[in-house]
């Protein structure tokens, strides 16, 4: 990172800039990549010359600035942020149908039916999102309720949970269900991992920058994210591209759900960023839990086509991908997912007792059925960490 991260002289330059203008700069991150301020509108509507107005589009009210923000040449100054509230980051959680008979499963059935095999002991995973800390409560409940050992949050080593909260505290529980079905089923999938859960106060934009540029900046190697926004053309924000990067290039694999709809809406980012693992869904054939591994098949719709992302390097023996249509078109950029599992879909796939599957976390002693691409995340990236230290 010393290479290549921006340099402190940099950093002094642009805040000294941003001071300049009445900005108030209330930070810089650990690598240097994110510069943290603040400011009234006409301040920032002058420092940057835009004017930062309100709009109607799509059914929906945001404000937003008119022009792309510039400064002045010379300053390292790759993007700025938080002057738009138009894109709206949303859990990957789809389904809140009790599933039928057959559907109900838990982290351990998810790690039978995929053949997992070792656990996750000595080993720690990470989760980004925002929201409020459960309580241990709902972690001794699911434990009694599977028959299983309990995540202690505050412990240490195996079996440990830690709560990061980021920019702030909060009391939104809209994200309980993810927050739960992240920690529970990850635990049963790789049983005795220690789990670290980064949570900012809300999902603005500039929040989710410092969330994912906390966890680009952790020594955890291994990061699961069920969220994102999905729109058409996909946004993509540069400065969590420069901390997702990082996050590569120091031996860090970001995992972000496709989300549900990803590919009549364009698209959903971060899963679009050639610096993460895209992780789309499927619809597992399966009996009842425990039920060994029949077969599975893509769902529809569950993936996305960024033209102006580069594909990455890897990406390839994957034919020609196509753009959701009509008209269908080659997608010639990033597409997406690179890899698939579970997700109990039942909006555009099949909806069978047999194929839609469904996680069950557990708040508060409820046990309410939790699906969409949110479960394959946890899937994929734990089956991964349980099998390779």
């Given at each position: 990172m010393a290479t290549y991260a921006p340099t402190n002289v940099q950093v002094q330059a642009a805040t000294a800039w941003l001071k300049d203008q009445g900005l108030d700069v209330t930070g810089v991150s650990?690598?240097?990549?994110?510069?943290?301020?603040?400011?009234?509108?006409?301040?920032?509507?002058?420092?940057?010359g835009v004017a930062i107005n309100d709009y109607?589009?799509?059914?929906?009210?945001?404000?937003?600035?008119?022009?792309?923000?510039?400064?002045?040449?010379?300053?390292?100054?790759?993007?700025?942020?938080?002057?738009s509230d138009y894109d709206v980051f949303k859990p990957a959680v789809t389904c809140v149908t009790p599933p039928s008979t057959g559907c109900s499963l838990d982290g351990t059935d998810l790690k039978n039916v995929y053949d997992v095999v070792g656990d996750g002991k000595g080993q720690t995973l990470g989760f980004t999102?925002?929201?409020?800390?459960?309580?241990?409560?709902?972690f001794t409940?699911?434990?009694n309720a599977t028959g299983t050992t309990a995540l202690t949050i505050g412990q240490?080593?195996?079996?440990?949970?830690?709560f990061i909260t980021v920019d702030g505290t909060t009391t939104e529980s809209d994200t309980d269900g993810e927050v739960a079905l992240d920690t529970q089923n990850a635990h049963l999938v790789a049983p005795g991992i220690h789990e670290?859960?980064?949570?900012?106060?809300?999902?603005?934009?500039?929040?989710?920058?410092?969330?994912?540029?906390?966890?680009?900046?952790?020594?955890?190697?291994?990061i699961s994210n069920s969220w994102g926004a999905q729109s058409n053309p996909c946004s993509v924000d540069s400065n969590m591209e420069t901390s997702l990067q990082h996050g590569a290039a120091t031996g860090k694999t970001f995992y972000f759900s496709s989300a549900d709809a990803g590919a009549s809406s364009g698209c959903s980012y971060p899963a679009e960023s050639q610096y993460v693992v895209a992780v789309g869904g499927t619809a597992l054939n399966i009996t009842t839990p425990g039920d060994t591994y029949n077969s599975e098949s893509a769902v529809n719709n569950g993936g996305g086509c960024l033209d102006s992302e580069p594909r990455p390097s890897?990406?390839?023996?994957?034919g020609t991908p196509q753009k959701w249509g009509p008209p269908q078109s080659a997608c010639t950029g990033r597409a997406e997912p690179d890899v698939s599992a579970i997700t109990g879909f039942c909006t555009d796939g099949p909806a069978t007792a047999a194929s839609a599957a469904r996680a069950f976390p557990r708040l508060s002693g409820r046990r309410p059925p939790s699906s969409g691409t949110t479960t394959t995340p946890q899937t994929a990236d734990r089956g991964w960490g349980s099998t390779h230290p």
């Open positions: 650990p690598d240097n990549l994110l510069i943290h301020v603040q400011a009234k509108v006409n301040k920032l509507e002058k420092a940057f109607t589009a799509n059914g929906r009210s945001f404000h937003s600035n008119d022009r792309d923000p510039v400064v002045p040449d010379g300053l390292s100054v790759n993007w700025i942020s938080g002057l999102l925002w929201g409020e800390p459960l309580p241990q409560s709902d409940s699911y434990a240490s080593g195996d079996d440990g949970l830690n670290t859960y980064w949570q900012g106060a809300d999902n603005s934009f500039s929040t989710l920058e410092d969330v994912l540029n906390d966890a680009a900046n952790s020594s955890i190697s291994v890897w990406q390839t023996g994957i």
